[in-house]
């Protein structure tokens, strides 16, 4: 399994944008990259996926440069209530070990 | 549709008793996974079920925890001889079949804490 390096904590200010780089050097050609989002006392919850390129959904962008060895989640316009853990995964469907690393806590200042 | 649940929500118990957590996933979910997480610290990876096998239990920190799933459905996980390092809060997950990697979708928890 590809193994996951990101910051452990980040601090921005509301109203900024907030890009959470994530190293995967050892990435198979299968694996996908998949962020979760934590609040405290709750479970992780999925916020994008991503092959290749650029994907964007109502919460995020995911930026992929074309080796893939790492990716960038973008949150625009940060609000306190985004303030949580962000987990970065690499893996394809066929992995039965699926590696939650430490996360980056992110903390938004108002 | 109801999401992935989890029972008891706290448990309480004194070292050395056994405990039992329920995860309940998600319907038609086929995989299930645990996980536990410790105060301020990410989470780690226990077992999971494909239907009602677990292919890697590596993830069990030691042979005083065991985990099964019964009809492809509900899973109990079972601590024996509970330790004071078992606290943490027991994270279960349940994943649907599809052609890549899928998105696990995770309940509330159980917080367990060993006096």
């Known amino acids: 399994l590809a193994k996951t390096t990101q910051p452990i904590s980040m601090d921005s200010y509301e109203g900024q944008e907030v890009n959470i780089t994530c190293s995967h050097n050892?990435?198979?050609?299968?694996?996908?990259i998949t962020w979760y989002q934590q609040f405290p006392s709750q479970g992780p919850r999925f916020i994008i996926q991503g092959y290749k390129t650029k994907v964007t959904n109502e919460v995020a962008s995911l930026f992929i440069p074309a080796d893939r060895k790492s990716s960038t989640l973008s949150l625009p316009r940060v609000s306190l209530s985004d303030t949580a853990v962000y987990y970065c995964l690499v893996g394809d469907k066929e992995d039965d070990k699926i590696i939650f690393g430490k996360g980056t806590r992110l903390h938004i200042l108002p | 549709g109801a999401g992935v649940s989890q029972s008891p929500s706290n448990k309480v118990t004194e070292k050395g008793k056994d405990v039992e957590l329920r995860c309940d996933p998600i319907?038609?979910?086929?995989?299930l996974y645990w996980y536990r997480q410790s105060l301020g610290q990410g989470l780690e990876f226990l077992i999971y079920f494909q239907g009602n096998s677990a292919p890697d239990k590596s993830g069990l920190p030691s042979d005083r925890f065991s985990a099964e799933r019964t009809g492809g459905s509900v899973s109990t996980l079972t601590i024996q001889r509970t330790q004071q390092e078992d606290s943490a809060v027991y994270l279960c997950?349940?994943?649907?079949?599809?052609?890549?990697?899928?998105?696990?979708?995770f309940g509330p928890g159980t917080r367990l804490t060993v006096l």
């Open positions: 050892n990435i198979a050609t299968n694996d996908y």
């Open positions: 997950a349940s994943s649907a079949p599809g052609p890549a990697y899928n998105e696990q979708f």
């Open positions: 319907s038609g979910h086929t995989a």
